[in-house]
Nanobody
Framework: QVQLVESGGGLVQAGGSLRLSCAAS????????RGWFRQAPGKEREWVSA????????IDADSVKGRFTISKDNANNTVYLRMNSLKPEDTAVYYC????????????????????WGQGTQVTVSS
C-alpha cells in the first residue's frame, strides 16, 4: 500500500526551528519527485518546496527561500524539510507529496503534479 507519513510538527516560537520528516512506503522511492505543501486555515493549499528524483534539483517558494531546506535520504525513503527562522505566517498544516517523473532532475511546483499525499502535520508558530 502506497503511503506517506509526516512527523515533526509542533508548537514553536517565532525565530525557532523545526524539522519535518516524511517517510514513504509501498512504492519505488527513486522514481518520484517529492514536495512539501502547506495549508493555513481559510487558505488554499500552497506549494512550499520540491526536490527531484536525483536530489540534484531543489526549488523553494519565495516565501520560504533562505529559511527552509528540503533534503532526502534514499536509503530510508524519507524526505525532510528543515525550517529555520520560523514566522507566525508559517503556521499551517504541512503535507508531503510524491509524484512520478521520467526525468531525474525535474522538480514540480504545482499541486496537480503530485498524486500521492500524506495526512499532514500541524506547525504552529507563536509570536
Amino acid at each position: 500500500q502506497v503511503q506517506l507519513v509526516e512527523s515533526g510538527g509542533g508548537l514553536v516560537q517565532a525565530g525557532g526551528s523545526l524539522r519535518l520528516s516524511c517517510a514513504a512506503s509501498g512504492f519505488t522511492f527513486s522514481s518520484l519527485v517529492r514536495g512539501w505543501f502547506r495549508q493555513a486555515p481559510g487558505k488554499e493549499r500552497e506549494w512550499v518546496s520540491a526536490i527531484s528524483r536525483s536530489g540534484g534539483t531543489t526549488i523553494d517558494a519565495d516565501s520560504v527561500k533562505g529559511r527552509f531546506t528540503i533534503s532526502k535520504d534514499n536509503a530510508n525513503n524519507t524526505v525532510y524539510l528543515r525550517m529555520n527562522s520560523l514566522k507566525p505566517e508559517d503556521t499551517a498544516v504541512y503535507y508531503c507529496a510524491a509524484g512520478y517523473s521520467s526525468s531525474r532532475d525535474s522538480a514540480f511546483t504545482t499541486r496537480g503534479a503530485y498524486g500521492i499525499w500524506g495526512q499532514g502535520t500541524q506547525v504552529t508558530v507563536s509570536s
